[in-house]
């Protein structure tokens, strides 16, 4: 996404620095202009920098994170001196950190001080993007000027981008899609068939904002681009890491196999971790975050889960109100 981002913004002419944590990365990206191994398809024009030096950052007017988020706090800790305290951050991060339990702007504030924060989340596979296949995704911040500001930053003739003034809602969609689209390539792994992947999809998002609500979410995010948009995109995706490490999972691999057959960070394996602790601390049902928590981390069986999860009490599909 560091990647792809670097390349929309100079597409439209904007002064671009494409800053690597390894040095040897950036000059092998440098000098081929083509991220080999996490978006072949796209050519970075001469006019965007590409730098593994950390103070190259420090003129930055704005600074987009493509980092994930359980290596974020490093990586901010490493580059905090170099950013000014009047420099917005935009995160594009999906993921929740492990033992804090914090989101990727709330990392973003702690390390950072108070500033300007935004995040871009939605329906966005990256290679698709690139090959100026038509996509839509969310820019939210609590600071109206800055989402507008996103939003022209990041809009082109592919790309279209809506605003939305919650950030809590749209980062815990990116985040907790990640762990539902585990559980559709486990599906997809077991052959279990379109409905009960619809049926996943459904309850699933379902669970997802009633967390949402629970941390103080609009529940209108979850039906939008980057609560039900993103969460279809992942968990039909051939080329969604997540759902393609839940598919060898379902085909019998351990998560420790399926990791290592996996190219890149799988986002969901450790946000299913921190979606579970929310979810208990502040009392939310969550029964197939749950189950999938028991597969990843202690051992169940995937069949078995699916089990636990059809012979659950029967209710309504909707809480009545009175």
Not at 134 to 150: F, I, N, Q
Not at 207 to 225: K, N, P, V, W
Request: glycine share 8%.
């Amino acid at each position: 996404m560091g990647t792809l981002c670097a390349w929309i913004l100079a597409q439209a002419g904007r002064e671009t620095v494409l800053w690597c944590r390894q040095s040897q990365h950036a000059a092998e990206l440098a000098q081929a202009r083509i991220n080999v191994r996490h978006l072949p398809t796209v050519r970075l024009p001469e006019s965007v920098e590409v730098t593994g030096q950390d103070a190259a950052i420090s003129q930055g007017e704005l600074i987009f994170l493509a980092v994930p988020s359980q290596h974020l706090r490093w990586v901010l800790t490493r580059l905090a001196r170099h950013i000014p305290a009047s420099v917005p951050v935009i995160s594009l991060a999906k993921g929740i950190e492990n033992d804090t339990l914090l989101r990727p702007t709330e990392i973003c504030a702690n390390l950072l001080g108070p500033r300007l924060l935004g995040v871009i989340s939605g329906p966005s596979i990256a290679d698709e993007v690139a090959r100026g296949l038509p996509a839509t995704v969310v820019a939210a911040s609590s600071d109206d000027g800055l989402s507008r500001r996103m939003q022209e930053l990041m809009s082109c003739p592919f790309l279209r981008v809506y605003r939305n003034a919650d950030v809590v809602g749209v980062e815990l969609a990116g985040a907790s899609k990640n762990i539902i689209a585990i559980a559709a390539g486990i599906l997809d792994g077991l052959a279990m068939g379109v409905n009960a992947k619809a049926s996943l999809v459904t309850r699933g998002l379902a669970e997802i904002t009633r967390l949402g609500m629970a941390l103080g979410a609009q529940a209108e995010t979850f039906s939008g681009l980057a609560g039900l948009g993103d969460l279809v995109t992942t968990c039909f995706s051939l080329s969604s890491r997540n759902r393609s490490f839940g598919q060898r999972i379902g085909a019998g691999l351990s998560p420790e196999q399926a990791q290592a057959e996996i190219s890149g960070v799988v986002e969901g394996l450790p946000t299913t971790r921190s979606v579970v602790a929310l979810a208990r601390r502040y009392k939310v049902e969550m029964p197939i975050s749950e189950t999938l928590y028991t597969v990843l981390f202690e051992g169940c069986n995937p069949r078995e889960g699916i089990s636990t999860l059809m012979s659950r009490q029967p209710k309504a599909e909707h809480h009545q109100r009175h």
